[in-house]
């Protein structure tokens, strides 16, 4: 198994592309925004597609997966944005010298979740295609709640993380509507159940943003049959078919085995009716 990175040095390495991203604004007038972003949801297997797709050879990826330029950095400007993006320049060469498509994009799953960045999308790149993945939110939970354990930010057991995520969270969506510059540090860090209500989520993208610029998947789907998935995200941006290699399949059931029992039927019972309203929204039911 491959060993994570301790919290400092992925700290460090971010800061290092930050400050690089800053010197690069100066050339940002002939840098690319985005054809496309992964918008979410989070600990659904966003990482993993990014950076299979981002081997493609028609495919520029942003000097930062996660740019987070529409929910904590959109103060920062366009041309920051602008500076993680390959120039103009790569674009011309794969399309007038080699004859190829070319795309480039970010993903950042927090985006789905916060609630100014559908129109602050809109307002920068109306046409940019979007991809969500969504996992059972049973599972997505957990593995939330796991990851926010490792990375030091979550000191409380599950059982009483999402006990006391109502009180934690009290207030903090009202502050953000008021003020849109406001950051939540709970909001992002302690939402094991309230980002797993996608329907909300979904709602306020898909009232902005035509069907056909949103593509919504299963994260089983793209965790049990990969190659499948990826080729139909490569229809959706309109990009030559390719196969990466070493693709691994994940056994989505392995975690929530860990969970305890009556955990683990309580949230079913409490997404019960969220996923039903999204099954019937949507189509898509999530098990």
């Known amino acids: 198994m491959r060993e994570r990175a301790p919290l400092f040095i992925k ?3 971010r800061h290092g592309l930050q ?5 690069r604004i100066i050339t940002s007038q002939i840098r690319l925004l985005p054809d496309f972003i992964i918008i979410g949801a989070q600990k659904c297997g966003t990482s993993s597609l990014y950076r299979n797709l981002i081997k493609h050879p028609c495919v520029g990826s942003a000097i930062w997966k996660e740019v987070n330029f529409f929910d904590i950095n959109f103060k920062k400007g366009t041309a920051w944005y602008r500076a993680h993006f390959p120039s103009f320049l790569h674009k011309y060469y794969a399309k007038q010298i080699r004859k190829q498509d070319y795309a480039t994009g970010e993903k950042t799953p927090d985006y789905i979740f916060y609630p100014h960045a ?14 969500v993945l969504l ?22 057991s599950f059982e009483d993380a999402i006990e006391k995520e109502k009180k934690r969270l009290h207030g903090e969506m009202e502050k953000m509507l008021e003020d849109e510059n406001y950051y939540s540090y709970k909001y992002q860090h302690y939402s094991y159940l309230s980002k797993g ?3 909300d989520q979904l709602k306020n993208w898909m009232k902005i943003f035509p069907k056909e610029q949103i593509l919504i998947l299963k994260s089983e789907d793209f965790f049990n049959a990969p190659t499948s998935i990826f080729k139909q995200v490569l229809e959706f941006l309109n990009l030559p078919t390719w196969e990466p290699k070493g693709y691994r399949k994940y056994n989505v059931g392995q975690l929530t085995e860990k ?20 099954h019937k929204y949507l189509g898509i039911e999530l098990g």
């Open 118 to 131: 559908p129109k602050r999308v809109l307002e920068t790149v109306p046409q940019v295609k979007l991809i």
């Open 11 to 13: 700290k460090a390495y």
């Open 135 to 156: 996992r059972n939110p049973v599972g997505r939970a957990y593995s939330h709640y796991r990851h926010e354990v490792r990375l030091g930010y979550e000191t409380l």
């Open 19 to 23: 400050s690089y991203a800053r010197t």
């Open 197 to 199: 209500i996608y329907i």
């Open 259 to 278: 969970m305890n029992a009556a955990t683990k039927k309580r949230l079913i019972n409490y997404f019960e009716p969220h996923n039903q309203r999204l």
